[in-house]
């Protein structure tokens, strides 16, 4: 079993900046892979930053430059810091993770979501 937990969101106002944390629990081995998407209603869920073990990262084009993710290996934990924020940030956000068990079984498990807004 692994557990991610959400915490960080909010209520901002447009320009304003929030660090997103997303702390995983469990007989983790390795995580390979985080990610954060964001969802509001009546839509999929939307890829927003991912980064690997390797450091590689990726961001969709409508945060790039304003949106940085990170890791904190020691800790198990991911972050999403989120800098000039606007009201079409807004939205849910979800954190993901894929690894490997202690056990050598792969994992793959979603934070339960925090709710950004960002009102004008």
């Known amino acids: 079993q692994v557990q991610l937990v959400e915490s960080g969101g909010g209520l901002v106002q447009a320009g304003g900046s929030l660090r997103l944390s997303c702390a995983a629990s469990?007989?983790?081995?390795?995580?390979?892979?985080m990610e954060w998407y964001r969802q509001t209603p009546g839509k999929q869920r939307e890829l927003v930053a991912q980064?690997?073990?390797?450091?590689?990262?990726n961001y969709a084009d409508s945060v790039k430059g304003r949106f940085t993710i990170s890791g904190d290996n020691a800790k198990k934990t991911m972050y999403l810091q989120m800098n000039s924020l606007k009201p079409e940030d807004t939205a849910v956000y979800y954190c993901?993770?894929?690894?490997?068990?202690?056990?050598?079984?792969?994992?793959?498990?979603w934070g339960q979501g925090t709710q950004v807004t960002v009102s004008s």
């Open positions: 993901y993770a894929w690894g490997l068990l202690q056990g050598g079984t792969g994992f793959s498990s």
């Open positions: 469990g007989m983790i081995f390795s995580i390979n892979v």
């Open positions: 980064v690997t073990s390797g450091g590689s990262t």
